[in-house]
């Protein structure tokens, strides 16, 4: 470490590597922005930025492990949506988003997109409600726990067509998509930062985005929206965060790195190409953050809540 003159060591010094926690296995959604990001902060920040993938229970294992790891900028979390769903999800969470933690930033917003295996006979999504309807027992739907993204987007899914579906929960939406493409698994919603390749390779089946207009770099998929299923919207929004607490000197660093990272042209270009989207620089300050968790969690909670969907 770089002691200053009188031995004061200079705040957030930059001779240890910074450790992002990925809620979810290596190889999806959640851990490729991770990765990408943190290749575009480390360009800012003298020290690396290493991934450590801490998957379980939606996502709220890494979030506890970071609240518990030493108060210094050296350990941060890496979570989307799960982070504003998981208060109402989790009777015991032992946490609060809001107060716990110091809101680094938002770094990306990815739309999702409603797939199954190739052999499913549905050809659109009309088609898909009326065969899952009649062969419900016979399509499983995977997910990556109580809390993530896929569990948010199937709850509401089955919710609104009011049927039920069996659901096969996996550490992340990487192994899951693996086993959808081999059959193991029927259906599945989840992030075009982990689908791209199998959406341009024709892999899978792809009935519907979750967003109101078609999601730019993939214009040939039709919305659920428009086919029907009206106003069905998720967005999975990822922020950084550090245990609250955390010296200002060390946050105030990791969210310039943050900043500059998500402008950084390698990263923009990524996001753009995995069909995400990167918030503008008012959306993505730790104000902007913590003001949209909090949004985010007033408005899931009731929405989970109603559906009397509880993780313990
Ligand atoms: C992942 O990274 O595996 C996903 O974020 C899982 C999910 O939230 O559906």
Same mark, same amino acid.
């Given at each position: 470490a770089t002691a200053l003159s009188g031995g004061v060591q200079a705040a957030f010094p930059e001779d240890k590597p910074v450790t992002m926690v990925v809620p979810f296995?290596?190889?999806?959604?959640?851990?490729?922005?991770?990765?990408?990001?943190?290749?575009?902060?480390?360009?800012?920040?003298?020290?690396?930025?290493?991934?450590d993938n801490s998957p379980g229970a939606g996502g709220t294992i890494a979030a506890k492990k970071v609240l518990n790891a030493p108060k210094d900028g050296y350990t941060v979390l890496i979570h989307h949506i799960g982070m504003s769903t998981a208060p109402a999800l989790y009777k015991n969470l032992g946490f609060d988003p809001n107060t716990d933690y110091e809101h680094l930033g938002q770094v990306a917003d990815v739309p999702m997109v409603m797939v199954a295996n190739?052999?499913? $006979?549905?050809?659109?999504?009309?088609? &898909?409600? +009326?065969? #899952? *309807? @009649?062969?419900?027992?016979?399509?499983?739907?995977?997910?990556?726990?109580?809390?993530?993204?896929?569990?948010?987007c199937g709850l509401l899914f089955m919710s609104t067509i009011q049927q039920d579906m069996t659901t096969v929960p996996y550490?992340?939406?990487?192994?899951?998509?693996?086993?959808?493409?081999?059959?193991?698994?029927q259906l599945m919603c989840d992030q075009t930062t982990n689908l791209a390749g199998q959406l341009k390779a024709g892999s899978v089946k792809a009935y519907g985005a979750t967003t109101m207009q078609r999601i730019p770099a993939f214009k040939d998929i039709p919305t659920l929206h428009e086919q029907g299923l009206k106003n069905f919207q998720v967005n999975v929004w990822h922020g950084v965060y550090a245990p609250k607490g955390? $010296?200002?000197?060390?946050?105030?660093? &990791?969210? +310039?790195? #943050? *900043? @500059?990272?998500?402008?950084?042209?390698?990263y923009k270009a990524k996001m753009a190409e995995l069909g995400a989207n990167v918030p503008n620089d008012k959306n993505a300050s730790p104000e902007g953050h913590k003001a949209h968790l909090k949004a985010q969690i007033?408005?899931?909670t009731p929405i989970i809540k109603k559906a009397g969907v509880y993780a313990d």
């Open positions: 296995a290596a190889g999806g959604p959640t851990d490729k922005v991770a990765r990408e990001l943190a290749l575009a902060m480390g360009k800012t920040l003298k020290q690396q930025v290493i991934v190739k052999d499913l $006979p549905a050809k659109n999504y009309t088609e &898909l409600l +009326a065969y #899952i *309807k @009649a062969n419900a027992s016979k399509v499983a739907y995977a997910n990556a726990g109580i809390g993530s993204a896929s569990h948010l550490k992340g939406t990487a192994p899951a998509l693996t086993d959808l493409i081999g059959g193991q698994v955390t $010296p200002k000197a060390a946050t105030d660093k &990791l969210s +310039a790195a #943050i *900043k @500059a990272g998500i402008n950084d042209a390698g007033d408005l899931w």
